[in-house]
Nanobody, 124 residues
Framework: QVQLVESGGALVQPGGSLTLSCAASGVRLDFYAVAWFRQAPGKEREEVICIPATNVATYYSDSVKGRFTLTKHNANNTVVLQMNNLKPEDTAVYYC?????????????????WGQGTQVTVSS
């Protein structure tokens, strides 16, 4: 049984940083594509960053390029999303997702497994 558990969501001031983690069980993340999506109130879900199953590169949405990074920690089967220079428009529920079949580029593909989400609020 695959389980993804996100953590690290919090209230942070504009310009601040936050680290989100996604701990996986039931899968080996080194063989899976991983992605973070977010959904703000009243808006559609947005894919913001991903690493394909081939691990050839990291792909970013324009909205987070230069500010967010994504790292797979295969030793402990965890994915870490580092978010810097946060803006109020980054406020959303953030979801981790993984899939064994998503290749490069990894945007716009369906993901089989999802976490429950963690709230990030950027506000002064």
């Amino acid at each position: 049984q695959v389980q993804l558990v996100e953590s690290g969501g919090a209230l942070v001031q504009p310009g601040g940083s936050l680290t989100l983690s996604c701990a996986a069980s039931g899968v080996r993340l080194d063989f899976y594509a991983v992605a973070w999506f977010r959904q703000a109130p009243g808006k559609e879900r947005e894919e913001v960053i991903c690493i394909p199953a081939t691990n050839v590169a990291t792909y970013y949405s324009d909205s987070v390029k230069g500010r967010f990074t994504l790292t797979k920690h295969n030793a402990n089967n965890t994915v870490v999303l580092q978010m810097n220079n946060l803006k109020p428009e980054d406020t959303a529920v953030y979801y981790c997702a993984v899939d064994p079949m998503v290749g490069a580029p990894c945007f716009g593909y369906p993901y089989d497994y999802w976490g429950q989400g963690t709230q990030v609020t950027v506000s002064s």
